[in-house]
Structure formats: C-alpha cells, structure tokens
C-alpha cells in the first residue's frame, strides 16, 4: 500500500492537565513523529504511548532522550517505535495552554 503522508496537526497540552497533550491518534502504526515544539516553560518533551486510545498510557521507552526545550521553539523528530496511540509529555506543569503541531512519518 502506498504512504500518502499525513499533514501537519495539532496537540494542545491544557494548563488544566499540566503535562500531558489529549490523546493523538495517527490512523495506524508509524516510526517517526516530527514535533513542532512551541515555547514552554523549561523541561523535557517525551512521548507516552498505549495500544488503545482509552487506555493507560505509559512512557515510551524509545522517544528517549527526550527533547529538552526552554523559552525558544524548536522542531525534534521522535521514535514511535510503531506505535498508533501517543500523548506528549512534559517533565514540568506549563504555566499556560501549549499547542503542539506534530506529523507522524512512516520510513
């Protein structure tokens, strides 16, 4: 089957929820995920994954490192490891709503 990429879309990580975006679902498994990172309060970006939407969602081991971002925007590519279902992660609570733009990327 073909890859029709998928286009850029966003993730909010609400200040009411302090570190974690709503849940992501990309469609179907891919390897890559390239975030848009925004400027947020200085921690560490990672990925929580699960095998289903409403499910327990739990570090994902192969995003790691995790990117470390301060007060400047940056763009970061991270390991899926092929997982379909993700959450960003930040290692502190954001003192404001974040909008994250992410696009999953299959190799």
Request: overall charge neutral; glycine content about 8%.
């Amino acid at each position: 089957m073909p890859y029709a990429p998928k286009p850029w879309a966003a993730a909010t990580m609400n200040v009411t929820a302090n570190t974690t975006t709503e849940a992501i679902d990309l469609g179907r498994v891919f390897d890559l995920l390239a975030i848009d990172v925004p400027a947020v309060n200085t921690c560490s970006i990672s990925l929580k994954a699960c095998r289903t939407l409403g499910g327990t969602y739990n570090t994902l081991g192969s995003s790691t490192p995790a990117v470390n971002v301060g007060a400047g925007s940056v763009y970061e590519m991270l390991n899926l490891g092929g997982m379909q279902y993700v959450k960003l992660f930040a290692s502190v609570n954001q003192s404001a709503s974040r909008t994250f733009y992410y696009m999953p990327i299959a190799t």
